[in-house]
């Protein structure tokens, strides 16, 4: 993520959604704060989506909770109140308002970066503030609570990186074409070569 990236998300968080079409945002799923989509990027049934921005060409399987607040585990209570929440949907009483910390963490809902051409399988959680870079592949049932770097595979509670999708020199070449922002007519007519990566690599590397 680059300065520029951080400084157009801050400028947006006035905005509930901003999506890029062609885009599949599922209406059964649920949205809170922020969210942004890239062109072709998928959101599946029944996710959970808060303040996360998404690239392009990136798949969330159904049921995934991404942007989940993370447990603050040090402090003096695990109920709500000691982070200054609702008890309930209905007005809390007297009482709670009076027990409720008005303190704010200002670091309790940071902005879940996925990036782009990443497969987020079902039923994974990701953790606020959590980047998941270029090409990379959550197995389902995973619980994400660090940055995974491009293209690796990560699965596990918590997660943690199993493989790595391609050899280096093909992920750096991956990185460097950045695929996800070319216009239609150069993905149409190099679709082809997506099957196999050294054959793309090899053709590609004679139009340069």
């Not at 808060?50 to 040090?74: A, D, L, M, W, Y």
């Not at 020199?169 to 150069?186: A, F, G, T, V």
Request: glycine residues 4%.
């Amino acid at each position: 993520m680059n300065i520029s990236e951080l400084s157009f998300l801050k400028n947006q968080l006035r905005l509930r959604a901003l999506i890029r079409l062609p885009a599949s945002v599922s209406a059964k799923s649920q949205y809170r704060d922020f969210l942004y989509i890239g062109r072709y990027s998928k959101i599946s049934n029944g996710c959970w989506i808060i303040n996360t921005k998404i690239g392009n060409f990136s798949i969330i399987e159904q049921k995934c909770q991404i942007g989940k607040n993370r447990p603050f585990v040090h402090l003096f209570s695990n109920h709500q109140f000691a982070l200054g929440e609702s008890f309930s949907s209905d007005d809390d009483d007297d009482f709670y308002r009076s027990l409720k910390t008005t303190r704010f963490f200002y670091e309790k809902n940071p902005i879940t970066m996925i990036g782009n051409d990443v497969r987020i399988c079902e039923n994974t959680i990701v953790y606020s503030g959590v980047n998941i870079s270029d090409g990379a592949y959550i197995y389902p049932y995973s619980v994400v609570d660090e940055d995974v770097p491009p293209y690796a595979i990560v699965a596990g509670v918590p997660a943690k990186i199993i493989g790595k999708r391609f050899e280096e020199e093909q992920i750096n070449y991956l990185l460097s074409i950045k695929w996800w922002e070319r216009d239609k007519k150069w993905l149409k007519n190099n679709c082809d070569l997506f099957a196999d990566i050294s054959t793309m690599m090899k053709e590609l590397k004679k139009n340069e």
